[in-house]
C-alpha cells in the first residue's frame, strides 16, 4: 500500500497483521478446522464428544454450505448440529450466549464454538482503501462449552443488543441499491468494508462502557470483582477509555490489538487465549467478555470459571 509504518502505528498502534491465502484454500473453514482442532486437543475432549458447533462469522467460504457443517465433516464430529451465526464483531459472544442457553436448556452437553473470519479478502488495498485496510487481519480461535454438575460456576450475566439504524456507518455492499446513499456508489466499493471511522468510534466508547455498567448491575458485581475483561480489539483508544471510566488495571484488560489487528469474530477469543497460554486464567476467576460491530451490535458475557 501507499503508506508507511510509522503511519499505521501513529493512527492505529497496530504493528502486524495475518492474511489469509484465501485463493490458496486457506479460507474461513480452514481457519476454524485448525482452530477447533487445537481446542479439543488442550481439553483432551474427541471429536465424537461434540454435538453441537457453532461458528461465528461474517466471511463464510459461499453463501452455503455453512462454516460449521464444514468444521464439523473435517473434524470428524458426525452427523451433529451445526450453525452459522453472523453478529460481524460482536459474533463470538453472540455465539457463547446461545451456546450457555443451548447447554442449559439440557439439550446438548458439550458445545465447540469458534470465531473464525478472513476479512481481508473485503478489503480495498489501494490508497483508496487504506483507511480500513491497515485496520483488519484474518484468524481464528475456538473454545469448549460443556455441561457441569457444579451450579457455582457458568454464566453469571448477559447482554446482547442491535441498532439496525447504524448499519449504514459500517458495511460491506454487493450492489448498488446496498448504499444508504445512492451517491455514494462506486464501483471501486463493492464487495469491501466501508466505514464510517468517527461514527462508528462514538458509537463504540458509548456503548461499551454502558454494556460493562448494565452487566456489572445484572450481576450485582463491581469493576473490581472481574478478574478480566476479555475485550474486542478494534480500537486501543476506545479499550483506554474502559479502562478509565471503571478504574480497570491493565492486567485485567489485555490489549494485543497491535499483534492481529481487527481478526472480526476471532478477536475476543484470541485474548482468552493468549491469556490461557500465559497460565492466567484460573478457577474461580470471573471474566467477561465484550465486543461491538457491524449491525450494529453489541454484547457481553461473563462467567464464572
Not at 55 to 60: G, I, L
Request: negative net charge; hydrophobic residues 40%; proline residues 3%.
Amino acid at each position: 500500500m501507499d503508506t508507511s509504518d510509522e503511519w499505521i502505528v501513529k493512527r492505529t498502534g497496530i504493528t502486524e497483521r495475518r492474511r489469509a491465502l484465501w485463493d490458496d484454500g486457506e479460507k474461513t473453514s480452514a481457519l476454524a478446522t485448525n482452530a477447533l482442532r487445537d481446542a479439543l486437543k488442550n481439553t483432551g475432549i474427541d471429536a465424537s464428544e461434540v454435538d453441537l458447533i457453532l461458528v461465528a462469522t461474517m466471511t463464510s467460504d459461499t453463501p452455503t454450505p455453512s462454516v460449521s457443517c464444514i468444521v464439523a465433516r473435517e473434524v470428524g464430529c458426525g452427523n451433529i448440529a451445526a450453525l452459522d451465526i453472523n453478529a460481524a464483531c460482536s459474533g463470538f459472544i453472540y455465539t457463547m450466549n446461545v451456546a450457555d442457553t443451548m447447554v442449559r436448556s439440557g439439550m446438548y452437553k458439550t458445545v465447540a464454538v469458534i470465531g473464525a473470519d478472513c476479512i481481508t479478502r473485503h478489503i480495498d488495498y489501494s490508497t483508496y482503501g487504506r483507511g480500513a485496510a491497515i485496520l483488519f487481519g484474518d484468524a481464528a480461535a475456538a473454545i469448549i462449552i460443556r455441561a457441569d454438575e457444579n451450579p457455582g460456576i457458568g454464566m453469571i450475566a448477559q447482554r446482547m443488543h442491535s441498532d439496525g439504524g447504524g448499519s449504514k456507518h459500517l458495511f460491506i455492499p454487493e450492489h448498488c441499491s446496498d448504499f444508504p446513499n445512492p451517491d455514494d456508489f462506486d464501483d471501486r466499493k463493492l464487495d469491501k468494508v466501508q466505514m464510517n471511522g468517527q461514527a462508528v468510534f462514538k458509537f463504540a466508547v458509548s456503548k461499551f462502557q454502558q454494556v460493562i455498567q448494565d452487566t456489572l448491575e445484572d450481576a450485582g458485581l463491581t469493576a473490581d470483582d472481574i478478574d478480566h475483561f476479555i475485550c474486542h480489539q478494534a480500537n486501543s483508544r476506545i479499550l483506554d477509555s474502559a479502562r478509565d471510566r471503571f478504574g480497570i488495571p491493565e492486567e485485567k484488560l489485555l490489549v494485543n490489538i497491535h499483534k492481529y489487528g481487527n481478526t472480526v469474530a476471532a478477536s475476543a477469543p484470541l485474548v482468552f487465549e493468549e491469556l490461557r497460554l500465559a497460565g492466567k486464567i484460573k478457577a474461580g476467576q470471573k471474566i467477561m467478555f465484550l465486543a461491538f460491530g457491524a449491525g450494529l451490535t453489541w454484547g457481553s458475557s461473563l462467567w464464572q470459571f
